[in-house]
Every structure is written in C-alpha cells, then in structure tokens.
C-alpha cells in the first residue's frame, strides 16, 4: 500500500543486499517513518517482542526472516539440528497467541530439513521466507475479492448510502504485507467507488487503531473516524455501524477467535444489535490442533507500562505521560476470545465460511 504516494511493504530483503532485512519500524508511526535493519535472529526477536513489527501474519513473515538469519550466521561446526531446534524454539517465545508465529517457523524448518548441508539450508530458509511473503500477500488480495461481495450487498440495500463499518485494532496492510485483512475489502471497495466510512477503535493500550489504522487508511484516501473503545455499542444503537469487520491472531477448529483485547465486547454489542461481525483472516492463522478457543489458546500478558503511560507527540518527539497513580497496580492483557457463535462468518483466501469446524475444515482441502 501507499505511504506519501510510495507503494511499499512492512518487510524487505534490501536491495543488493540479502543479509539485510528491512521493515517499517511500527513504534513510530503515525508521527516519524523510519526503517530498520535487521540482520540476525536476536534483531528479529526483538522486532517482534518489541513490537517493531506486529500483526500475525506479518510476525509470521518476520520470524521465517528470523530462521534464515539465525542459520546465515552459523558455522558448519557444531550441532546444526540442535542449533535449528534452539532458533525455532527462540522465535516461538517471543510472542504467544499469533499463531502465525508457529505456522512460518514451522514451514521454514520442514523445506529445509530436505539437506544436511548448511550453505542448502540457508539457501532453503531465504527462499521460504519469500515465498512465505509471497503467500501472504495474495492470501490477503483474496480476502479483499472475497469480502469486498458483503460490503456490496450493504450498499445496495442502502441504495449507495454510506456504508459504515467498524474495526478494531490494526489488522490492515501494516499488519500484513500488504492490502491487510480486515482492511483488504474496505480497500476493494474504496477503489470500486463505493461509499464506506470507517469506525475506528482506539485501541488501548498501544492505539494501534488510532495510530496505525487511521494512518493507512488516511494514506489511501479512505474516510474514518477514531473512536474511543467504549465508543462501538452506542453507535450500533444509533444505526451507525453495517457490519464490523476484525482480524485475528490465532483462530482455532471451531471457530472461537483471538484478537486484539476488547473484540469480545465489540462482538456481544454487534450481536446485540443484529449487526454481522466478520473476522478476516488467512488460512495461516488458523490453529488446527485448538478445538476450544477459550479454553486452549494462550493470552499474551505484557508489560504495565503499556497501560500506566500513554505516547504521543509533544514538542516534535515520542512522549510518554503517565495517567494513573504511580502505586496502583495494572492488568495487561493483549488479546481477548470471541466465542464462534458471536462470529457471523469468516472471510478467508479460499472464501467465506462459517465459523464452525465443519465449515472450517472444509477449506483445509
Ligand atoms: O498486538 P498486535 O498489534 O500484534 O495485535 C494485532 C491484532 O490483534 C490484529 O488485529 C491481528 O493480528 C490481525 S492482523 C491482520
């Protein structure tokens, strides 16, 4: 997608240069755009647990970048398979429920357990992370084409009225690679010349709705509005809200959905108010050893600082203040789980789907 006009992706390998792996340092958007390097696995874990990048399929990406570093680094001495389980067992700890995580972790060491050889491996390993990007970004222009059908259906019944759809969190392009999942139909649809307004949650503790969201969808051109996390149910009483459209961090066999805290509530007000709530997502997220969501997938606790300060931008730098008393204590949860039966349907690459596991494992094939 576009930043100033500027076609990019969140992640590269640098030109003339492929020990180098480029990406959009996310820490500092909307205020600065900045880019970093990153050229060995310790640079990759930190890029992720530090949030330099983020969004599942796009830490799914970063991490098979992480493995092709970690092995570009080895020597032919040692052990190579235990030094390989170490890597994979090092990215996986950065951060729990995107399960995207695993999934890319998982596709770099079954292509490159095809050799013995190191310098194949390497090879194997840069080769799969590319592909794996490659992946990703068509999974997502699918999911656009897939969805854009339901945003359609809206605007015709509205007689091209402005739809309004409500999201949460970050699930768009900088999420992803490109086009975003959440934000792929409501892409489709802007250039399509349909009228779409988009509701855009604030998303605390760290505003990736408010600081990343409403900043891609400024860059394309597409009208929004932040709203704060409380701001959704009203919204939906008043006829403000179509449809809500969300991402997801791991999806299990049933259907049950992690993402990003305060989903949940967005979904029980949406079923409240007979408003279709659509999770969009690839394949890729979907955990298919989990047949109880609730129960089973793990929630990232981070750090109370995240909670007790807020950033923003005084006096041309990142500031933060802190907006609660020094000695109260703090909860951080990073994701919550919608049960499948708040979930009107997935929007997936092979299309949409009902959030169940026999609709779901269907798509598997
Ligand atoms: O903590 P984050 O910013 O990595 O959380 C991101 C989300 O919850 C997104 O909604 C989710 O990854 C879907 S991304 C296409």
Request: charged share 25%.
């Amino acid at each position: 997608m576009n930043i100033n006009g500027k076609h990019y992706h969140t992640i590269w390998v640098k030109e003339n240069n492929p020990e180098t792996i480029q990406i959009i340092d996310q820490r500092s958007l909307p205020f600065e755009f900045k880019i970093k390097n990153l050229k060995t696995i310790e640079n990759t874990f930190q890029a992720i647990k530090e949030m330099w990048v983020r969004g599942a399929p796009l830490i799914g990406v970063t991490a098979a970048y992480g493995m092709y570093l970690g092995l570009s680094g080895l020597s032919e001495n040692g052990n190579l398979k235990n030094q390989i389980i170490d890597f994979a067992k090092y990215l996986e700890s950065s951060r729990p429920t995107a399960v995207n995580l695993k999934f890319a972790i998982d596709m770099v060491l079954e292509k490159i357990s095809g050799t013995e050889f190191l310098k194949e491996k390497i090879e194997l390993a840069f080769k799969t992370a590319n592909q794996l990007k490659v992946n990703e970004i068509e999974n997502c222009r699918l999911i656009g084409e897939n969805g854009f059908p339901l945003i359609e259906k809206i605007s015709k019944a509205k007689k091209g009225e402005t739809v309004n759809i409500l999201t949460h969190c970050n699930a768009g392009w900088l999420a992803c690679v490109d086009y975003g999942t959440a934000t792929a139909p409501i892409y489709l649809a802007h250039e399509k010349g349909i009228k779409i307004h988009v509701w855009v949650d604030e998303t605390r503790p760290r505003n990736q709705g408010a600081r990343l969201t409403a900043y891609e969808l400024g860059q394309q051109g597409v009208p929004h509005t932040v709203i704060t996390d409380n701001t959704g149910g009203l919204l939906m009483q008043k006829d403000l809200v179509d449809m809500v459209i969300v991402g997801s961090d791991r999806t299990s066999a049933n259907g049950d959905v992690a993402n990003k805290i305060g989903t949940y509530l967005k979904a029980l007000a949406a079923h409240d108010n007979n408003i279709p709530f659509y999770v969009a997502l690839p394949l890729s997220t979907i955990d298919w050893s989990i047949n109880d969501g609730i129960k089973e997938i793990p929630i990232e606790q981070r750090d109370h600082n995240e909670v007790k300060y807020v950033e923003g931008w005084n006096k041309n730098k990142i500031t933060k203040v802190r907006i609660m008393p020094e000695n109260s204590s703090v909860a951080n949860y990073g994701f919550d789980i919608t049960p499948a039966k708040y979930v009107t349907a997935l929007i997936t690459e092979k299309g949409i789907c009902g959030a169940n596991k026999p609709d779901i494992e269907k798509l598997r094939k």
